[in-house]
């Protein structure tokens, strides 16, 4: 493998591109996750057909439509499952679950503590932006207490999920935090994550301009 | 070990049938299983039905908690494990309350007269001991202390504190085991070495349970009760080597089998649920063959993994009965419409819910066909007996992996723990399959992962580590085009319904046509059944020639697509009927394909139907006056 590795070429950003457009909404933190993701896989030298991206339903689920590496947009949910399906088929792959908060933790919070306890070897990135965004802004299983969204015109009033800490009890192997607005950071977590062999969980805070503006802008003054 | 000589005379019989029933406790599956095997070895043909309750150990002494394994074996080819057992074991009240119905008038009973206490009689609703009360003089009864002469025979073992009274207790289902040995003239070598095995680390208990089988045996031989002793001959079978198989172990070793000759890994993920579970115990296994086995979180999850799996270039399988099937729809209808091939094994039990989960039943026959959002044709097949298990799971896979599509294979409980003996095939004999994995782009322009074979519109396999065929699979429709991007165009989707459709109509285009048993072709009726009810419909159909009626049988195996010509044939005579253990869901199926006024026998008993009943129905419909 080695051998063969140092004669393909240096695979650039664009190389991890598909020709798919991008249709999230203006300003959503997808598109930094996005550009960071494909960035990096170039800088690892990884290599785009032993590349998975497993999403299941959400706006963040899109995700494999815009990579140019093999993917599978599933059912909601489910990502995990089908992710640990492929691993266990084929460990040889180089697998990233891509979810949200609604689809991690609410309709899949089965699979996902599963799939950590199992420590399968996925890279699992949990897009939360505590909102159901896709169906249109219901509170999701991370929103605070007290959120007023379309399904809860008089504030929730059930506590919210934190993901790092269930990751955590479901003795995770690698559980990592970061934020879709610092690149850097970003990037490091994800190649932190990317290293481990096992399952590891990365939560990324996300903003959602449409139905949860400014939910992880706290202190920071923007 | 010499066997007994006997001054008794020798009867002997084409065929008989025995049912051993007691409480959960009593090992009456064990003590059934091993007769069966002794019935094996002697070279008799075989049918088996392991009967028993949900629960582990239901109250004891109670008609909740019999547990029953009746089997027919035969000196000629049988198709089921008989109507009417000629020799009932009844370990306690309960099991004679719940079983005496069944039994042949003159009948052999033989029982534990020390279990009829009248706590247990109580227990089991008898308002008199009907060992007393005259009500068993028609049968052939042997009322034997069955308890007590174990407990005798194993006083060495109790007095020197090698065995508890419980342990020497529970030896007298060999007691029962050698006595009805002895009756049917079969050596007690192959249970003997079976105890030696099973309780290598206990030489006290291999020791006792002979010591209880021989006295059983001695018992027979000595006491003056017994006025004959039987004897099968073995039956005439091809040359070959045989095995005892369950529906369930030829459902694992045709997926090997299929693995194999396709040159793929199988991949096989379930949830445990009866009574389908022994496909995952027997899989596990069998990681020699490159078997990977993986007991998923919940069904969902099970039937998930396999999608992952196939998209892996897998042969990813799962298994479950009807609530796991329920479940599984969703994730059914995601590999169908990444067209991805899996198999989907339903072993039917008693429903709707939870149900009758150690029953059997074929009443998942709409959820296969159709239980699933919109427009979901997927191919469906069932089982007709154990060892077609073996082959119907092969031919699932193949059709599977040919056609990029799921494949739900339909089992029952009855099938699953049934068994019988089969010649296995030599695997060089099956025919292999090609998964053609696609290699590089189909298109100038790269590789469009729904461009379909024109003569099958299966789309082509490339997976993950092929350099240069890089896509993206959904569950989202997608454009007419090849390339999988989305569309919601309103007339491409209706065109992608038709094609998904079409796709599985077309599998019948490479199925040989339906055989119908008919040997004359002038049959006044036309008995249809699927899966399960095969045995019993052959054997319905014998005797009813054998009564003088013109009769023909249809049995499918293929239920979607249906083998070409059984339309035909059910528009071709002048009556129809159709058996199945469910309310009708072929019958409606066949009725709305073809106007036809097929009539039905539908019974849900938990139960196989017998020959008896099918050849009954089956009469009145053909002696009814027509209209």
């Known amino acids: 493998m080695s051998a063969t590795e140092t004669e393909l070429p240096q695979l650039s950003r664009k190389d991890f591109a598909s020709d798919q457009e991008v249709r999230w909404c203006p300003g959503c933190g997808d598109y930094a996750i996005l550009a960071a993701m494909q960035s990096f896989l170039a800088d690892q030298g990884a290599r785009p057909e032993s590349t998975v991206f497993i999403s299941g339903i959400g706006c963040s689920s899109r995700f494999p439509y815009y990579m140019n590496t093999y993917g599978m947009h599933t059912i909601h949910g489910r990502a995990p499952a089908i992710a640990t399906g492929l691993a266990v088929a084929r460990p040889d792959l180089d697998i990233f679950v891509i979810t949200g908060d609604g689809d991690a933790l609410s309709i899949g919070g089965n699979h996902l503590i599963h799939a950590m306890r199992r420590n399968v070897n996925l890279t699992i990135l949990l897009f939360n932006n505590e909102i159901y965004g896709l169906t249109k802004g219901q509170y999701s299983p991370t929103s605070p207490v007290g959120t007023v969204a379309k399904s809860t015109p008089y504030g929730s009033i059930d506590e919210p999920l934190n993901p790092s800490t269930l990751a955590l009890g479901a003795e995770a192997s690698f559980v990592a935090r970061t934020i879709d607005r610092d690149r850097n950071h970003l990037t490091e977590t994800l190649a932190a994550a990317h290293a481990h062999k096992g399952a590891a969980l990365v939560e990324i805070l996300q903003n959602c301009p449409v139905f949860n503006d400014g939910a992880f802008s706290a202190g920071d003054g923007s | ?627």
């Open chain 2, 1 to 627: 070990m010499s066997t007994t000589e006997t001054p008794r005379e020798t009867v002997r019989l084409d065929a008989a049938t025995i049912r051993f029933a007691g409480d959960s406790g009593d090992g009456m599956q064990l003590t059934g299983t091993r007769f069966t095997n002794e019935s094996a070895v002697a070279g008799n043909d075989l049918a088996t039905l392991p009967d028993y309750p949900a629960e582990i150990r239901a109250p004891a002494g109670t008609l909740a908690g019999v547990s029953s394994f009746q089997l027919q074996f035969a000196a000629e080819d049988i198709h089921t494990p008989g109507d009417e057992p000629d020799v009932l074991v009844a370990m306690n009240p309960a099991a004679l309350k719940k079983h005496l119905p069944s039994l042949r008038a003159t009948g052999t009973l033989i029982i534990d007269e020390d279990a009829f206490t009248s706590r247990n009689l109580n227990k089991a609703g008898f308002d008199e001991n009907p060992l007393e009360d005259g009500s068993l003089e028609d049968y052939d009864l042997h009322a034997v202390q069955l308890t007590s002469l174990t407990l005798k025979a194993l006083e060495e073992f109790t007095e020197d504190g090698r065995l508890n009274r419980k342990e020497a207790e529970r030896a007298k289902n060999m007691f029962a085991l050698g006595l009805v040995s002895w009756m049917f003239s079969r050596s007690l070598d192959t249970t003997e070495k079976w105890l030696q095995e099973k309780f290598a680390k206990r030489p006290e208990l291999v020791e006792a349970n002979i010591k209880a089988l021989r006295t059983g045996r001695n018992f027979g031989d000595t006491t003056e009760s017994f006025k004959y002793v039987y004897e099968v001959p073995p039956a005439e079978l091809e040359a070959g080597t045989y095995r005892n198989v369950s529906g369930n172990q030829a459902v694992a070793w045709g997926l090997v089998a299929a693995a194999n000759r396709a040159g793929m890994d199988l991949f096989y993920g379930s949830y445990p649920i009866t009574p389908a579970s022994d496909i995952l115990h027997e899989l596990s296994r069998l990681k020699r063959f490159g078997v990977r086995t993986f007991q998923a979180e919940d069904e969902i999850a099970a039937m998930s993994s396999t999608v992952g799996a196939a998209f892996g270039g897998a042969l990813a399988v799962t298994a479950s009965s009807g609530p796991g099937i329920a479940l599984k729809g969703e994730a059914i209808g995601l590999a169908l419409m990444t067209e991805l091939p899996v198999v989907i094994v339903d072993v039917q039990r008693g429903g709707p819910s939870t149900g009758l989960p150690t029953k059997t039943e074929q009443s998942d026959l709409n959820i296969a066909m159709y239980g699933r959002n919109g427009e979901s044709p997927i191919p469906v097949l069932a089982a007709t007996s154990p060892s077609d298990a073996f082959f119907s799971a092969y031919e699932a896979a193949r059709i599977a992996v040919e056609n990029r599509t799921p494949v739900l294979l339909l089992m029952d409980g009855y099938l699953a723990n049934s068994s019988e003996p089969w010649n296995m095939p030599d695997p060089d004999t099956l025919n292999p399959f090609d998964p053609q994995y696609a290699a590089e782009p189909n298109t100038p322009e790269g590789f469009l992962p729904y461009l379909r074979d024109g003569e099958t519109l299966a789309r082509p396999w490339a997976v993950p580590g092929t350099s240069g065929l890089e896509h993206r699979l959904g569950g989202l429709e997608k454009d007419g085009l090849g390339s999988g991007n989305i569309s919601y165009d309103p007339s491409n989707h209706h065109e992608m319904t038709v094609v998904r459709q079409e796709k599985v109509d077309r599998i019948a285009d490479r199925l040989d046509p339906i055989e119908v048993d008919d040997p004359d072709g002038d049959a006044e009726l036309l008995l249809v059944g699927w899966g399960s009810t095969d045995g019993p419909l052959r054997s319905a159909v014998h005797r009813l020639r054998e009564d003088g009626h013109k009769v023909a049988h249809m049995q499918l195996r293929h239920l979607s697509p249906l083998r070409r010509g059984v339309d035909e044939a059910i528009k071709g005579y002048p009556k129809v009927l159709c058996a199945e253990n469910n309310l009708g869901q072929l019958t409606r199926l066949l009725r709305a394909r073809t106007l036809v006024d097929i009539q039905g026998h539908h019974r849900v008993t938990g139960l196989p139907f017998t020959a008896a009943e099918l050849v009954e129905v089956a009469t009145d419909l053909l002696t009814e006056e027509s209209s």
